[in-house]
């Protein structure tokens, strides 16, 4: 490998991949490669036979996502060399439940007593504190070895870096304007942000710096809301690039005992703080909006004291819509592929626009007595709750519901289109022979214009409805056994047309195609049913990219905090090695050819 103006090491496989599209053979020689690389990582218990691989891993997934799935599942099971060693210094990340009964009942758990544990190395450097830099700086960590660990902790132990997981980007390239007053509008717009973002985090590095001079709990809590502080204002930073980049973004990558656990180290360490911060502001617009609406029900508040408490929740839903607007212009693809994200976007934009109307009706009835509407509020309170449920899709049972019915539909999703021509089908079939007219229904009124006038028309005597819509919910009524519509028509009319169209429509719908529906639902179900675990991953996969990237926002968060290793270690129950050999997705820990 040459090393190019001081730059590093050119990879072997990343050049390979890049001449396949000119030489075929190059993809297979880069497969050997790889297959060498991952042979002897596991044959020589060293994960840094894979950074080559790692490093390749976002083109491979953008061009050969196939051999990256392949690659990623066969770099699962890497063993290590000293079992004792990485027990006696094992550093455990417990789920967020067990850290806080631990708490509660001043406990102290061994490697043992955890379920699949997922751990890091203790640091062999010191935690120096600024008091301590004259002294201790040649102090070795002493490490107890407990002989009952090894005995009792039986599982294999086996090593994943944090490269599967992610990249370094290249953020060195500056921005590009655009010719003419537009660019220097630009040039002037980013020069004001990123001011005002420097002035900010002056000020919060000046009160950190304060704090940190001394070591209580008030100073330390001033240091960590400092620290979130940061962490807020690059999130509301326009000009923010990322120092992280994900390596894939579907869950089929995720089946892979490697990536669960560098995930859920990452969830139980980091990410869970910033989804609690993330779900607190979420939870108080939700709770806005039910306080506001619950009051038009129940009026508590007079209607004009509502409008304080309306600005102020509508400021929370544009801030949330500012975040998500962000999101979708770093990559807008990548963002509507989504169904969440659309109905995230859509769960603060509805009830902005609800507020609006509702302020509108408001000054409208203060100043003309007219009542006004907040029907769009109504709307908006339904996509509120949609929302909230979205959010808490990091719980696994959650996330599988969701799954499941997001996955029905889009199975199903021709189906229900063929479901709905039939019932518009039907739907103007019933408009035209109970409304269609046989004569000439229009009339010159006395100004000489040209009126329709239904009503002076001979007509069916029918309490079936004449618009249109509302033709089309009266069938969905029909299908679930409410004939309020047709029963007196039916019953009086005799039009054996009417009553044979009825029947058929009534066996089309009802007895063949909810039926078909139904057990394509049935079938679906259990196909998507194994995809909910993924998604689940896929959902604390996001979010941890989104942790990892604000803690290189705040200056000495990842210095201060132990929680940034570069390999995690992991167990794997024999239960799971079982199910990855039977479905073939992965070779498992004994890999042919490695052995």
Not at 174 to 197: E, F
Not at 213 to 234: E, L, Q
Not at 305 to 334: H, T
Not at 413 to 427: D, G, H, N, Q
Request: hydrophobic share 45%; proline share 5%; glycine share 4%.
């Amino acid at each position: 490998m040459r090393i190019r103006n001081g730059r590093r090491p050119d990879n072997p496989i990343s050049l390979l991949l890049k001449n396949s599209k000119k030489d075929p053979y190059a993809l297979s020689m880069a497969k050997q490669m790889m297959d060498y690389c991952i042979r002897e990582a596991k044959s020589q218990c060293d994960p840094a036979f894979l950074h080559p691989v790692s490093a390749c891993l976002p083109e491979l997934v953008d061009h050969h996502p196939d051999i990256s799935i392949d690659v990623i599942q066969r770099s699962s099971f890497i063993p290590i060399r000293n079992k004792r060693f990485v027990v006696d210094r094992a550093l455990m990340a417990p789920p967020l439940l067990t850290k806080a009964i631990d708490w509660v009942v001043r406990r102290k758990r061994a490697i043992y007593e955890y379920r699949d544990p997922v751990f890091k190395l203790k640091s062999q450097l010191l935690a120096i504190t600024p008091g301590d830099f004259s002294t201790h700086i040649d102090v070795t960590l002493v490490i107890i070895s407990d002989p009952v660990n090894i005995e009792r902790f039986e599982e294999e132990v086996y090593v994943a870096p944090y490269s599967l997981l992610w990249h370094y980007r290249d953020n060195t390239a500056t921005l590009k304007y655009t010719n003419g007053i537009i660019g220097w509008i630009q040039a002037v717009a980013c020069w004001i942000i990123n001011q005002i973002v420097a002035l900010v985090l002056y000020i919060i590095n000046w009160i950190m710096a304060m704090a940190s001079t001394k070591s209580n709990f008030i100073c330390t809590a001033i240091t960590m809301g400092c620290h979130v502080a940061a962490m807020v204002v690059d999130t509301l930073n326009p000009l923010h690039k990322p120092t992280l980049r994900l390596n894939f973004r579907s869950r089929r990558y995720h089946d892979s005992p490697a990536i669960a656990a560098l995930i859920r180290y990452k969830w139980d360490t980091v990410a869970w703080m910033a989804w609690m911060i993330r779900m607190a502001f979420q939870g108080l617009f939700l709770v806005s909006v039910i306080l506001i609406s619950g009051n038009q029900i129940y009026p508590v508040i007079k209607i004009w004291n509502l409008i304080v408490p309306i600005c102020l929740s509508m400021a929370l839903g544009l801030l949330g819509l500012y975040l998500e607007v962000l999101e979708f212009f770093e990559d807008y693809k990548l963002y509507i592929s989504s169904p969440y994200n659309v109905v995230d976007l859509i769960g603060y934009l509805i009830p902005i626009l609800g507020y609006i109307q509702l302020l509108v009706s408001i000054i409208m009835y203060n100043d003309t007595n007219v009542i006004g509407d907040s029907r769009l509020l109504s709307i908006g309170i339904s996509v509120a709750y949609f929302h909230a449920v979205n959010e808490l899709r990091v719980f696994r049972d959650v996330c599988n519901v969701t799954t499941n019915i997001w996955g029905i539909v889009y199975e199903v999703r021709f189906f229900i289109i063929l479901f709905i021509f039939v019932i518009c089908a039907w739907t103007h079939t019933i408009l035209h022979m109970l409304w269609g007219k046989s004569n000439d229904c229009l009339f010159v009124d006395e100004d000489g214009n040209t009126i329709s006038d239904r009503w002076k028309c001979p007509t069916r005597s029918t309490d079936f409805p004449y618009n249109p819509f509302a033709v089309f919910v009266s069938t969905f009524f029909i299908m679930g056994g409410q004939y309020d519509s047709i029963s007196d028509y039916t019953k009086t009319s005799g039009d054996m047309t009417f009553l044979f169209l009825t029947i058929f429509y009534y066996n089309l719908t009802v007895l063949i195609l909810l039926n078909i529906l139904v057990s394509f639902m049935n079938v679906t179900t259990a196909r998507v049913e194994g995809e909910g675990t993924l998604a689940w991953l896929n959902n604390h996969y996001l979010h941890v990219g989104k942790a990892e990237n604000l803690t290189f926002t705040s200056p000495g968060f990842r210095q201060r905090y132990d929680k940034f290793p570069q390999y995690v270690y992991y167990t794997v129950s024999q239960k799971r090695i079982k199910e990855l050999e039977e479905s073939g997705n992965s070779l498992g820990p004994q890999e042919k050819g490695a052995e």
